[in-house]
Each structure stands twice: as C-alpha cells, then as structure tokens.
C-alpha cells in the first residue's frame, strides 16, 4: 500500500485519474457507444498500478499468473467476499475520506469499501443518473429510505444524497424528503411530499429499494397519479426483509399505486465494492419494448458473465457469474467478483445488455472460494 501522505502525488496514479475522467465525460455524450480500446487500454493499467499496491489484489494475481498485457482476461477478479476480511485500497489507512459499508445481511460480516476521495464514484453515478433517471427539468425528491446523514456508511444512501443535492442545485425550493424511520415507512410524510409535488405541477423523483416498496404496498390505504414527467427508481434486493415480488410484479404494483408510466419505473444495480451503478434502459431507450429488464453497461464498464468453476468468461447469452472490471475503482480494486447471476444480452441497436437473475446466498461458488483464499494467504 501507498502511504496516505504518497497517494495524490503518485505520478501514475495522477495520470489514470485524469484518463478515466475524460472516458468518463466521453461516454456521458456518447452513452451508446463503444470505448472499448481505450476502456482496457487503461483497465490493464489500473489492474497493473493495482496488483502492486493492493496487497489482496496483488497476493491474487501472483497465485494466477496475471498478465496485463492481454486485456482484462488476463488478470482475476477479487471476490466481493474479500472486503469483509481486509483493507482493499491503494492506500494504508490514515487518509480516508469515508468508508462504505455492506449490510452484512448476507454473511453477518459487513464488507469495507474506503475512498480517499469521491471524485470517481461521484461522477460515475451522476452520469448513469442522469441518463437514465433524473428529469431534465427541475423535481421534487421522495426516498423511501433513510436521510443519508443518519447512514453514513452506506453506498446507496450517499449515491440518493447526490439525488437531493442535484434536486436543491436545479431549484433551492425543491421539495425532499426521506421517509423510512428503522422499519417504519412516514407514509403521511410520504403523501404530503407527493402532494406538493402535484400542486406545483412538478416532476417527482421517487427513490426506494425494493423491499421498501413491497412493504409500502403493505402500509397503504390510497392510490396516486404522479405529476407528469415523474420517475421511479427501484433498486436492491429484500435481505429477508419483506415478501418477494419479481420485477415484472414489483412494476405491475408501482405503476398501480402511483400512477406512473412503465417506461418510467426504472431498476437501478449497483454494490458497495462498484463505483459505477447501472440502470434500465427503459429512457435511454426511449421506451423501446425490447429494454424491459435489460440493464444499461456504461461504455467506460466492462461487464462479463464467467463460469463459476473456472471463472472464464462463457459465451454471450449464457448465464454466469458476473464480474465487474470499472475502471471508476482506482483506489480500490478495478476488478471485482460477484456471486450474481446474469446474461449478457445483445440489444437489436447491436449493443450490450444485463439481464439481472439473481443470486443463491445459501454458498459460495466454488472458484470465487478458491480466489478468496489466494487473495487472503501471504505468499
């Protein structure tokens, strides 16, 4: 690791951080199209500065044999399960600007992910944001969740922080409003934020996980229409929290008791260990039938589905486990593991798509454990 004080004047370091963020700025213009020389180009450069700085990272991809000389296959990716047994990061502890939490809710141990800064992550969210979610004129906010400030930890509380921050920039009389107190949903709270809204003839942005929902479903005794031009986001799984509904059902019940147009009930996919989140394609789209369930990849985000044994990559249209590699991760680890299932999808414009199918918390899959322990043994 590199000493807190070594960190913003590593001269390599320097220079990703400036190459990401003009990738960055490049697929915000171009959200469709492909970067994918340039997005390896500085993966396997991240991967290298990486390998020999983060020492799980680095303890892995010397078990492995990795090159980065022959794009992102040639290296592994660290299993999410790592972040819960050390420090994954550039940097040894001292300088951290914040620290991102897992639930825990899965394993009982909450997995770490410490930024030193937040320039990356911001700006990958805000992108996929606004893209997909966010209107373009001013709106209100409502958050079935809670206020960021009572949840510092968390990834998703931060990311719906910059909702509201982005909501109060277009208009400092925006409504917001965070209406989940521990388990409790404020659901006069909720009415009246929906109400405001509607007077104003204002667009409302509603925000929530998907447990969250589900249990609102429970606690309401009213239905509403939603302004025009109104969004929801849903977002996360239900950690055992509520009764399950899938996606087409989970749809079904907000376009019903809200008012919304499908094509404006978006999911959102993202994890504590990612920078970069992703996003129904539905308003990229523009409401193309073919985008329903299909999760947009950021151009700058390298996503493929592997074998769970082997952890190489399968065919397209195969399921697999997900692997992530986002280059938005400099301070951390570029390429990550996950015990998700997925497909990749070709679109009929010809690009890529994510087909979420869940996960199965009862184990590990076996090459995620085996990675696990090279990345955890020293050598």
Do not use: N
């Amino acid at each position: 690791m590199l000493a807190p004080s070594d960190l913003a004047s590593h001269p390599e370091r320097a220079r990703l951080r400036t190459a990401i963020l003009a990738l960055l700025e490049r697929a915000e213009a171009r959200p469709h199209a492909s970067f994918e020389a340039e997005r390896d180009a500085i993966l396997s450069e991240v991967a290298a500065l990486q390998a020999e700085h983060v020492t799980p990272f680095g303890r892995l991809c010397a078990a492995r044999g990795a090159r980065f000389d022959h794009g992102p296959d040639g290296w592994p990716a660290l299993p999410t399960d790592v972040y819960r047994h050390t420090r994954v990061s550039l940097a040894a502890p001292g300088a951290d600007r914040c620290v991102f939490r897992t639930s825990g809710t899965t394993h009982g141990a909450r997995g770490e992910h410490p930024f030193v800064e937040l320039a990356l992550y911001h700006r990958a969210s805000m992108i996929g944001a606004r893209l997909a979610l966010l209107p373009e004129v001013p709106f209100d906010l409502l958050v079935i969740a809670a206020d960021p400030a009572r949840q510092p930890d968390s990834s998703l509380g931060h990311m719906l922080g910059l909702f509201a921050d982005e909501a109060r920039g277009r208009d400092p009389d925006a409504h917001v409003a965070f209406v989940l107190e521990g388990d409790h949903i404020d659901t006069s709270a909720a009415a009246r934020a929906i109400e405001h809204a509607s007077s104003r003839g204002r667009a409302l942005v509603l925000a929530g996980t998907s447990f969250a929902f589900v249990f609102g479903e429970d606690v309401w005794d009213r239905r509403f229409v939603l302004p025009a031009d109104s969004r929801v986001m849903f977002t996360g799984g239900y950690k055992g929290r509520s009764r399950v509904l899938d996606e087409a059902s989970l749809r079904a019940a907000i376009v019903a008791r809200y008012g919304v147009r499908e094509d404006h009930v978006l999911m959102e996919y993202g994890m504590t260990e990612l920078c970069s989140p992703l996003w129904g394609r539905e308003r990229i789209d523009r409401g193309s039938p073919t985008s329903q369930g299909v999760l947009w990849i950021p151009p700058w985000l390298r996503v493929t589905a592997v074998d769970p044994v082997s952890l190489a990559p399968v065919a397209e249209g195969e399921r697999g486990l997900l692997r992530f590699d986002d280059p938005a991760c400099l301070d951390s680890c570029v390429s990550i593991q996950t015990a998700d299932h997925g497909v990749i999808t070709r679109l009929a414009d010809g690009t890529r798509g994510l087909r979420l199918l869940g996960r199965d918390p009862s184990a590990v899959p076996r090459g995620c454990s085996l990675a696990i322990e090279e990345a955890l043994t020293p050598r």
